[in-house]
């Protein structure tokens, strides 16, 4: 009996997944040394340097994946709860015992080893919000069910935001697109990009002041955008006359919530963010510019990644990332050394990589039998992509500068361990797809 | 996501690909580009002893984006000896330049003073030192030979693709003429720097990089204690001293006084030393006279007229005419002299009937026809002797005096409308002649050859190459060898025989050869003039001085060649004759007057 269940699950795994995995975790390893190499570097192997670290995690995390693999399938779902509950303590924990580093709230030192338990809660959260979509009970449409999942994601989020971590909570931003796929409605999608765009058209006009000089009057940007609001309502009700006994409700409802939307965006962006990270969505939106200031990480990522060409400088030969042009060039800004020395084709190649990651995983998540796995691998994809776009559009200046790592890439033993651990979960209960009743 | 993916492959493409504005970016922050400044060739004199050497310098270089804005500026600005408001300046100067690029700050720091701002430099960012190489003159002496170099304008720049700004190019002088061979050839090193400008080693293992060329030596024909000595002997004087060498035309010494130290025009109050000598001195030291200064050759140029005169064979060296002092004004006491008598007593009479034999030599019925063609012909003759025309010698700026010819009289007074009668002035060396030192210098020497001169040159050997081409030609007069043989022994009696005009030009043991000339000026002293070679036997030195508003030719001019000529000679001088020159002053005196 136990032979052949054995044989079953090497049967069943998904090699490819885990190739790409092996490639990227490699890729990553390497370009970390070229990142922190200069002339007097040791080897590859010198343990007292990050990339020497990082075989080390890339080792533990191996070790890793084979416990996670040799666990009974069942385990994850039965104490999906359990590891949610433990991880949402530990980002409690975090609050009151942890080490500040970088401004942040958000590593627990326990013998000379420090965790970010924010890593480790997006796995809780992945397999609590399976958990709780595949009881029999939920369907998408009840509004207890959008609570819950809510409250499922947003406990953690909210958690997180307090170390503060802005980065790690957008991530759950991502699990939206889980919910979508599990029955939610479009429209809150839709809901979700107009608020989006909203509250960059604000951004963009607040800082502006109208001169209406007949009147003697200055104007701040949003009250602009506030009444071009209402007054594309009337256009629109002008227009579709013949139905405006049905639509004025909806629309003016719809008008008065985009008017106090801008107005709290105004508030919460001037109010309650900080200066930095208002300066850092100028930057990226080009209201303001300060490539020596506020710009500067961002500025140097792209020089570097600019300077690559399309075949690169070569192995451990780029100067901006090596001579710490660019900061975090081990963690967050990883990908500033695949651009500079693989230039063009290393980074198309590592860019298909990860399309070729999520769309495999994709694809595992529509074979699965039970939802349970489904819902969970489409949590895992949605956190690797987040991560990736993120990552890499902040890099080349598509995105604000969050910091969050690189899969598979950024130097960190936290991060590395919870997506190799988030990655096969998400392969042990492919392998023992067929050994699950429906 | 396949958008998303797609959006950052176009993304990638774009600033990887084509844009090439980040490569730029990033070869302007990680790599420095050192040039290595190629060592400018040392200038020696004709016994290898140095006239101009290379002395370590710095330029403080800054690259305005690494500059940290909080920098202690007080303590910088008296580090390097400047004020706030020229800091202020010298870093807006270089931001206009480039924010990302190294420019100079303060220019040619000297040793010495670098010592101690390199210590503290680490405590500013954005600055460090680019090694350069500044002049210096051991003997402070030939400035006006030497010149001196500057940084190059951008006129050079464009002209020669060779130039970068902050090129140092000679401006004047053998500085200029043989810059090629000077400057030698710039080197470079790339470098790479990381974010805090510290120097993380060579690019590309150093294959861009390239070693500089040291430039090429020259060894001058000057002596460089004769040079010294006559600036000595000038002291206090306007005029100049010319010797040259006979057998090879080579310049022993080439002095203009006032001179200046050529050490001032170097480093970092260049300009400003510069304006003070141009500005602030009337006396105009910059000025090369023995190149540049024109003056009427007196009564030296009878020698002229006496050979050309022979050759034409309108007179022989018996001729002899009377002292007719009803034509023309004389002094002495002499009545009616043959030719070498006449030289001795500098009798204007008989050079006026010289010079009128040679000018109407009964060619044609009219005199005036007749005086076109004599002029022509005598200035054919005096030409030859390099008098009037440019001696291409390596100095720019060198002036070819002035022989006038039928063209200039034509303009001046109508075509067949003058006659000798108009120009009877030049035949004593007044008129409208023009000399400038250097040529009256190589007239010595013409004399000391019997007829022949090489081009006055200052170059001996330019690295291991031998002197140029121009300068190793023989010139010949059109005057016969046997004619000055007369003016030869007139020469030594000027100087040796009791009476002479230029007793004060004898040495004891050397025969000196000589002839006074007075340049008449109109409302101040007469300029003092004098030629001479020495030994009469086997010529080794050929002088021309002149001392502006000292008076008579005898009296300054000459004790100042026999001077130099026994300095040269034997290495001792005659020191109650030196003692009296050094003290005259014709500078302060004249001042005084005007006061």
């Known amino acids: ?438 | 996501m396949g958008v998303i993916g797609i959006i950052f492959l176009m993304r990638l493409f774009y600033i990887q690909v084509i844009d090439d504005s980040y490569k730029t970016s990033a070869d302007n922050q990680a790599l420095r580009y050192v040039t290595l400044y190629p060592s400018r060739g040392i200038i020696y004199d004709r016994k290898g002893e140095l006239l101009a050497f290379n002395e370590a310098a710095y330029d403080l270089m800054v690259v305005p984006r690494q500059v940290n804005r909080t920098m202690d500026t007080t303590f910088f600005c008296n580090l390097i000896d400047i004020t706030k408001e020229e800091f202020v300046k010298k870093m807006e100067r270089a931001k206009s330049y480039s924010y990302y690029r190294s420019s100079a700050f303060e220019k040619q720091i000297p040793a010495d003073e670098w010592a101690a701002i390199s210590e503290r430099l680490y405590q500013f960012p954005g600055f460090f030192g680019q090694k350069r190489t500044l002049r210096r003159y051991p003997k402070k002496v030939a400035g006006h030979v030497l010149g001196y170099i500057g940084e190059v304008n951008q006129n050079q720049i464009d002209e020669d693709s060779y130039y970068q700004k902050g090129d140092y190019i000679g401006v004047s002088g053998l500085e200029k003429t043989y810059e090629n061979e000077l400057r030698g050839e710039r080197g470079v090193q790339v470098l790479m720097v990381d974010v805090h400008n510290s120097v993380k080693g060579n690019y590309m293992n150093g294959e861009l990089d390239s070693l500089p060329e040291p430039g090429k030596d020259l060894t001058t024909t000057l002596d460089r204690d004769l040079q010294v000595y006559g600036e000595k002997l000038m002291q206090n004087k306007k005029g100049s001293i010319v010797a040259i060498e006979p057998k090879t035309g080579e310049i022993l010494s080439l002095i203009s006084a006032p001179t200046y130290d050529p050490n001032l025009l170097v480093g970092r109050d260049r300009t400003k030393n510069y304006v003070e000598l141009v500005r602030n001195d009337s006396l105009d030291p910059l000025f090369n006279r023995a190149i540049k200064a024109v003056y009427r050759p007196g009564s030296i140029f009878k020698l002229v007229q006496s050979v050309v005169a022979l050759e034409n064979e309108v007179i022989t060296p018996e001729t002899r005419f009377h002292c007719n002092r009803s034509i023309i004004n004389c002094h002495g006491s002499h009545t009616y002299d043959n030719l070498q008598k006449a030289i001795q007593h500098s009798c204007n009479p008989y050079f006026w009937q010289v010079y009128k034999r040679l000018i109407q030599m009964g060619e044609e019925e009219s005199i005036f026809k007749d005086s076109a063609i004599g002029l022509e012909n005598w200035r054919k003759y005096v030409t030859s002797l390099g008098l009037g025309v440019r001696l291409e010698t390596d100095l720019e700026g060198i002036k070819k005096g002035f022989i006038p010819d039928k063209e200039f009289y034509d303009s001046w007074y109508g075509e067949y409308r003058w006659a000798f009668s108009t120009i009877y002035s030049n035949s004593i060396g007044e008129g409208e002649l023009g000399v400038i030192p250097l040529q009256m210098a190589n007239l010595a020497s013409v004399i000391a050859n019997k007829g022949f001169y090489y081009t006055p040159h200052l170059v001996k050997e330019i690295g291991d190459s031998p002197k140029l081409e121009k300068y190793r030609k023989k010139n010949n007069t059109l005057i016969d060898s046997g004619h000055f043989d007369v003016v030869i022994d007139a020469l030594d009696a000027v100087v040796n025989e009791p009476g002479g005009t230029a007793r004060r030009a004898r040495i004891d043991s050397i025969t000196v050869c000589g002839k006074t000339g007075t340049v008449q000026n109109k409302k101040t002293p007469d300029h003092s003039v004098f030629i001479a070679f020495a030994p009469k036997e086997n010529p080794q030195i050929a002088v021309s001085v002149y001392v502006e508003e000292s008076g008579f030719g005898g009296t300054w001019a000459a004790p100042i060649a026999s001077l130099m000529i026994e300095k040269y000679l034997t290495g001792k001088t005659n020191k109650r004759k030196e003692q009296r020159i050094l003290e005259a002053d014709f500078i302060h005196l004249d001042k005084e007057d005007k006061e």
């Open chain 1, 1 to 438: 009996m136990r032979g052949r269940r054995t044989k079953n699950i090497t049967e069943n795994i998904d090699w490819l997944l885990i190739s790409i995995y092996a490639v990227m975790v490699l890729l990553g390893w390497l370009n970390i040394y070229a990142a922190n190499y200069t002339d007097e570097a040791g080897t590859i192997f010198d343990f007292s340097q990050n990339y020497g670290k990082q075989l080390m995690w890339i080792g533990t995390s191996a070790a890793l994946a084979i416990v996670v693999m040799l666990l009974d399938v069942r385990f994850y779902e039965t104490f999906a709860y359990v590891f949610y509950g433990i991880f949402v303590a530990l980002l409690v924990a975090v609050l009151l015992i942890g080490t500040e580093i970088k401004g942040s709230q958000s590593w627990i030192v326990i013998g000379g080893i420090s965790i970010q338990p924010a890593e480790f809660a997006k796995y809780g959260t992945a397999l609590a919000l399976a958990k709780y979509l595949s009881s029999i009970s939920v369907k998408m449409e009840h509004f207890k069910t959008r609570f819950m999942s809510a409250a499922i994601l947003l406990v953690p989020a909210a958690l997180i935001l307090l170390q503060p971590d802005a980065g790690s909570t957008l991530v759950y931003a991502s699990f939206i697109f889980v919910l979508y796929r599990e029955g939610l409605s479009g429209k809150v999608l839709v809901v979700g990009v107009a608020a989006a765009v909203l509250f960059i058209l604000t951004l963009f006009v607040e800082r502006e002041m109208w001169n209406i000089e007949t009147l003697d009057l200055t104007i701040s940007g949003e009250y602009i955008l506030m009444g071009a609001i209402f007054i594309l309502v009337g256009l629109v009700l002008l227009l579709f006359r013949k139905n405006a006994s049905s639509l004025w409700r909806p629309l003016v409802l719809l008008a008065v919530v985009a008017v106090g939307y801008v107005a709290s965006v105004n508030y919460i962006f001037n109010e309650i963010f900080e200066d930095r990270h208002r300066n850092r969505i100028y930057e990226l939106l080009g209201i303001i510019s300060d490539p020596s200031g506020t710009g500067y990480n961002q500025h140097q990522s792209k020089i570097a990644i600019g300077s690559g060409g399309f075949w690169g400088k070569g192995y451990l030969e780029g100067t901006q990332t090596k001579f710490n042009f660019v900061p975090e060039q081990s963690t967050d800004f990883i990908f500033c050394t695949v651009g500079e020395e693989w230039g063009f084709v290393g980074t198309s190649i590592i860019i298909v990589l990860f399309l070729g990651l999520f769309i495999r995983i994709i694809w595992i998540a529509e074979r699965q039998r039970s939802t349970f796995a489904r819902v969970y691998a489409y949590s895992v994809v949605c956190i690797f992509f987040f991560h990736f776009a993120i990552n890499v559009g902040m890099t080349i200046g598509l995105a604000p500068v969050i910091g969050i790592p690189l899969p598979f890439f950024s130097y960190g033993g936290s991060s590395l361990w919870s997506f190799t651990i988030l990655l096969f979960t998400l392969i042990k209960l492919d392998a023992e797809r067929r050994n699950v009743l429906r």
